[in-house]
């Protein structure tokens, strides 16, 4: 049976993951987008992502347009592997398969 990844179990650090994933064959999405996604605020997705950074799942990458700072979330290959057995673990606790 798959196991929980306690790190991502947690719901925002699930949303922010499932929404990385979703995306991740396009350009890291800009935090502003990210919080509308996930309906976090400011200070709660920037903590769940810190966390998921420092587990190695999360890139947080910051340029600038223009003038204007940017901050952009990625999903790494550690993380898109953490998140796909994760899923794996859900859909087995769902389906009650062993």
């Not at 196991?3 to 064959?25: S, T, V």
């Not at 204007?68 to 290959?77: G, I």
């Not at 057995?85 to 009650?96: F, I, K, Q, S």
Request: proline share 4%; aromatic share 6%; hydrophobic share 40%.
């Amino acid at each position: 049976m798959a196991q929980a990844d306690d790190l991502i179990h947690q719901p925002l650090r699930l949303k922010i993951m499932a929404a990385l994933y979703a995306e991740r064959d396009r350009d890291p999405p800009e935090f502003s987008r990210l919080k509308a996604i996930t309906q976090a605020t400011d200070g709660n997705l920037g903590s769940h992502l810190t966390a998921l950074e420092k587990a190695g799942y999360v890139e947080i990458l910051k340029d600038h347009v223009g003038k204007r700072p940017r901050t952009r979330a990625a999903l790494t290959a550690t993380g898109a592997k953490a998140f796909r057995g994760h899923v794996a673990y859900l859909r087995e606790l769902v389906e009650g398969i062993d």
